[in-house]
């Protein structure tokens, strides 16, 4: 009866342990890439003693509304052959994304990239936005004070990642209305934004999730 008793017990937890690896890839699946770009930016700024930028929901949804126009043109060596007027950040950009026009700052640069295939951020970083001195340089520019990054992808790529920085005053430039609120996201993903990826990552289980659930599902057809 203790045996029963016993196995019965391992049973419920090797089951929640399963739930909580699929909630987990749920997760991982589901979040917001172009937050861990502004967090891998913040990181190598301070390595490198620059000041922490402050990260800009209106930045990160014109860098957004900047790729949606860029997709479609990107080359055989990741290069993103695509360049908006200036007129297109106010006259598209800040209106798409309910940006205060009076609010609108100064843009001291920006780097933009593609990949055929979606990586994580970390690559993203490394292999995708700053891949050279020239992008580099402007990483290290120490007139930024804020940082917004976009992400989109069309339907198994490429993806098309883009960084915007200025040199605005924090919550007083780029100020989007209602807070955002209004924005009605269909695809890609923004920083500073509490919602999810819609269409911009790689669907599927993350493989340390994979592993994960076999390993439970092992243990639990041993206890069984």
Request: glycine share 8%.
């Amino acid at each position: 009866m203790m045996e029963i008793k016993l196995s019965c017990c391992h049973f419920h937890f090797l089951c929640y342990l399963l739930a909580a690896s699929l909630v987990f890839s749920h997760a991982h699946n589901h979040g917001n890439p172009a937050n861990e770009i502004v967090d891998i930016i913040n990181k190598n700024r301070t390595d490198q003693k620059l000041p922490h930028l402050n990260d800009s929901p209106g930045l990160g949804c014109m860098a957004l509304q900047y790729i949606e126009l860029c997709k479609g043109n990107c080359t055989g060596n990741n290069v993103v052959n695509c360049k908006p007027s200036e007129d297109d950040f106010t006259e598209v950009f800040a209106p798409n994304c309910g940006v205060e026009l009076p609010t609108f700052g100064t843009i001291t640069g920006h780097v933009i990239g593609c990949q055929k295939k979606y990586v994580e951020p970390s690559i993203a970083f490394s292999q995708v936005l700053v891949k050279d001195k020239s992008s580099l340089s402007i990483l290290k520019n120490k007139s930024h004070t804020e940082v917004g990054v976009g992400l989109v992808g069309v339907h198994k790529g490429p993806f098309f990642w883009c960084v915007l920085f200025s040199n605005g005053q924090t919550n007083s430039t780029f100020v989007l209305e209602n807070r955002g609120e209004g924005i009605k996201q269909k695809t890609g993903c923004y920083s500073g934004s509490s919602a999810p990826c819609s269409g911009a990552q790689k669907s599927g289980f993350a493989p340390s999730s994979i592993f994960s659930m076999s390993y439970v599902l092992i243990l639990l057809f041993t206890f069984l």
